[in-house]
């Protein structure tokens, strides 16, 4: 019964970590003071477009977290969700799934873009700014002082498949409760919806499924549903 419980509280942990990393890698530039783009935007009408995953677009093994779990990670999207909304992005739902066996979990989310020039400028930002990048390691390591069992050993920008509109990939290496975990992180924009996946697993094995696969299926949904509801908008003779 311990061996279970304590699996459950890493997992917790985990998608803190996520979570934690979620925000100034999604919108680098509002995350990092230190780094502003033009401030010459306008706003734009955008229109949101769910792509959520179920436990039947992942491999056998995956299971949804338990009620007492599932009501802790509910809580802190929430506090994710307003980390976003600060920079431009606002969560509208999300996923999250673990492997027992396999100590794996799955997590994403959708929701929609107040500023696509801001977004996709701040990806490129993050992508040729090495400054930028250690200005998110160091404000990261910062948020983890508080939390002495999880420590962030590794962040590098990866390239992605060709996705969406827009994306950009994370590895992340942290250390969890003494175990090495690796953390594979996609932010992609289709159109005015924002998505990000990530993966995490442990580092001495491979992951059940790839943070390019787990996005590309949320982001074939999103444009499924799209073209779905532009059908649906067709007047009728």
């Known amino acids: 019964m311990l061996a279970p419980l304590l699996n459950m509280k890493k997992m917790l942990l985990v998608f803190g970590a996520i979570a934690m990393l979620g925000g100034p890698i999604i919108l680098p530039a509002r995350a990092v003071s ?9 706003s734009q009408p955008s ?80 992508k040729e700014s090495p400054d930028l990048q250690q200005s998110i390691i160091d404000q990261v390591q910062e948020k983890l002082k508080n939390v002495a069992i999880a420590e962030l050993t590794e962040l590098r920008i990866v390239p992605t498949e060709e996705m969406a509109d827009n994306s950009i990939g994370v590895k992340a290496g942290m250390k969890v409760l003494g175990m090495s975990f690796q953390g594979d992180l996609i932010s992609f924009r289709r159109d ?46």
Do not use: C, W
């Open 34 to 42: 230190n780094f502003q783009l033009a401030d010459n935007r306008e």
């Open 47 to 126: 229109e949101f477009t769910a792509g959520l995953l179920t436990l039947e677009d992942l491999p056998d093994g995956f299971r949804e977290l338990p009620p007492s779990i599932s009501a802790q990670i509910s809580q802190q999207f929430l506090a994710l969700s307003s980390q976003f909304q600060q920079g431009g992005l606002d969560p509208q739902e999300f996923f999250v799934f673990y492997h027992p066996a396999s100590l794996e979990v799955v997590f994403g989310f959708t929701g929609e873009i107040a500023d696509i020039a801001f977004f996709d400028a701040s990806l490129q930002l993050l």
């Open 192 to 237: 005015s919806t924002g998505g990000f996946a990530a993966v995490m697993y442990r580092q001495s094995r491979s992951p059940q499924i790839s943070a390019d696969a787990l996005a590309g299926t949320m982001d074939g949904k999103i444009v499924e549903l799209s073209e779905g509801e532009r059908i649906g908008d067709r007047p009728t003779d």
